[in-house]
């Protein structure tokens, strides 16, 4: 099959995305592209870009995988999944990068509704920091624990709460820092306005019901651009 080749068509509920397609989906939608636009930039037709989104076999060319991944500001190391286990930012520092700080009205928009942070959380043993999935209401941090575990010692305590994007392929990146009061929320209709409120259960399942709101004294965020 060549590049402009489209495959038969199937039906919707026959094409689950396979590894390489969630990636170059998630990456299409992060740039704010649609699938023509994407597919476009990179030289192929709209048709093969959602072959490739949309089954999991799809192997491209060396070269059509190269073309994707400058069409959507990444690299094929990213798009094949090579870097899945490492940390981000291995390369090098851009020729002339900028340290710019951001307005508190940028660091709120960059926590948007939900995502992925680390706390780091005071211990008998020494400082630690947890990822934890959190949620913004009404400004405050909220994320969901159990009693037993480590960002519940968070509770009474003044955190710090850090979250940011890392863009290997560009050496380019933000990270916002919240500093405030955590506590645990026990008032049974905040409880069910943030059950309705928050986006999602913690990745590390299991029992977690006690939800803990950090309330911001001190938002800074710094971006790293070319």
């Not at 959602?50 to 060319?61: K, M, N, S, T």
């Not at 010692?153 to 955190?159: E, F, I, T």
């Not at 380019?172 to 500093?179: D, E, I, T, Y």
């Amino acid at each position: 099959m060549t590049d402009q080749a489209l495959p038969p068509a199937h039906p919707a509920e026959e094409t689950p995305l396979g590894d390489l397609g969630r990636r170059l989906a998630r990456r299409r939608t992060d740039r704010g592209l649609t699938r023509a636009q994407a597919a476009d930039r990179a030289g192929i037709a709209p048709g093969y870009l959602r072959y490739l989104e949309e089954h999991p076999g799809a192997a491209p060319a060396p070269g059509t995988l190269n073309r994707l991944a400058t069409a959507l500001d990444t690299t094929v190391a990213h798009l094949t999944g090579a870097t899945a286990d490492r940390p981000p930012g291995p390369g090098r520092a851009a020729p002339a990068p900028v340290l710019t700080e951001l307005a508190p009205a940028e660091c709120r928009a960059l926590l948007g509704g939900h995502g992925v942070g680390r706390l780091a959380v005071p211990t008998v043993s020494g400082p630690v920091v947890v990822p934890v999935n959190y949620s913004v209401v009404d400004g405050a941090i909220v994320f969901r624990t159990a009693p037993d575990a480590t960002p519940y010692q968070a509770v009474g305590c003044r955190v710090a709460f850090e979250v940011d994007r890392i863009d290997d392929a560009f050496s380019r990146g933000w990270s916002v820092l919240v500093r405030g009061h955590a506590h645990a929320v026990t008032d049974s209709a905040e409880v069910r306005r943030l059950v309705d409120r928050a986006y999602s259960p913690p990745w590390a399942g299991g029992r977690r019901d006690v939800w803990v709101r950090i309330d911001p004294l001190v938002v800074t965020g710094r971006r790293i651009t070319a």
